[in-house]
């Protein structure tokens, strides 16, 4: 089975370092030139918790993808914006076979997935890893996962099982799922509040968890998801996810959201559009009141535009 990684970052380049360790046939393909050398040159390094290792892993430019053969499977971890412009990327190493998998923060992958490929043949993916990226050719790779798995329609079980069985023996923690979208929005409460607050604050998980007012702040974040959530036909208890968000940053604690890395680290624009952004947008489209990520959405784009993030 070949195996590609699009989007090779931090947490991309994790995943496909452990599934290549435990001996899957695994392609990382990233557009960032130097990350793409430095592996190139040297291996990929990773420290895992604590724990150092290097692969040797095969590694390619997305513009430089000509001779390369088509996949079995392909995981997707890049920027939710970056999305459509890397299906066009590698649309030509997708067979009449080939199972997309989005691992992506944000709603409504599959939907822009399914112009390249049949429903049955598109899963979703939520994961609570973290990483960062140290170097260009390494990355630091934390957590105990889960990986949540699951399919989007009826008929893709036998894929999703599959895909459960790669992440198991590559001791990533898969959990596979009949109902993903409940994952799904369960992950935007996480990134529509720790990862945005975090951002805005300019603070860590647990600087924020002892911020004052925090709890008002997560409840009506919350509170307005749950709203938007029921829609896809998925119940949200607020004060169960305001325990579980506490639980998170807790656990991770010193960790800076990817969010912060992006735009205050980076100075990259943010996926806000596609969590916060989403959830307004998809509010004001069934009369939902959504002010807080309303003004969320607006507070991340301000930002962006005063550090002139790209």
């Not at 990986?147 to 459960?164: N, Q, R, S, W």
Request: glycine share 6%.
């Amino acid at each position: 089975m070949r195996i590609a990684i699009a989007g090779s970052g931090a947490l991309g380049s994790g995943f496909g370092a452990n599934m290549f360790k435990n001996g899957y046939d695994v392609t990382l393909i990233d557009g960032w030139q130097e990350h793409v050398n430095a592996i190139k040159r040297h291996g990929l390094n990773v420290e895992m918790n604590d724990v150092p290792f290097q692969v040797e892993i095969p590694v390619h430019h997305y513009d430089q993808l000509k001779d390369v053969k088509p996949f079995d499977v392909i995981f997707f971890f890049t920027k939710s914006m970056y999305l459509e412009e890397m299906l066009e990327k590698v649309k030509h190493l997708i067979h009449d076979q080939t199972v997309l998998v989005s691992t992506m923060n944000g709603l409504n992958h599959e939907r822009v997935m399914s112009n390249y490929v049949d429903d049955t043949r598109i899963l979703r993916g939520v994961t609570t890893w973290t990483a960062s990226i140290k170097a260009p050719g390494e990355t630091v790779f934390l957590g105990q996962g889960p990986v949540e798995i699951g399919a989007i329609v009826d008929g893709a079980e036998t894929h999703a099982k599959a895909i459960e069985t790669i992440l198991q023996r590559s001791n990533l923690n898969p959990l596979l799922q009949t109902n993903i979208h409940a994952s799904i929005w369960k992950k935007i409460c996480i990134n529509a509040t720790v990862n945005t607050l975090g951002t805005l604050l300019d603070a860590n998980l647990m600087t924020l968890k002892k911020a004052n007012h925090m709890d008002d702040l997560l409840e009506q974040i919350i509170h307005e998801i749950s709203d938007v959530a029921e829609i896809d036909n998925v119940s949200l208890d607020v004060p169960e996810m305001v325990a579980y968000l506490h639980d998170v940053m807790e656990k991770v604690g010193p960790h800076y959201p990817s969010m912060h890395q992006d735009l205050v680290v980076k100075n990259r624009l943010t996926e806000i559009d596609y969590i916060n952004g989403e959830v307004a947008n998809i509010a004001r489209r069934h009369g939902i009141p959504a002010p807080c990520n309303t003004f969320i959405t607006h507070l991340i784009h301000a930002k962006e535009s005063i550090m002139d993030a790209k």
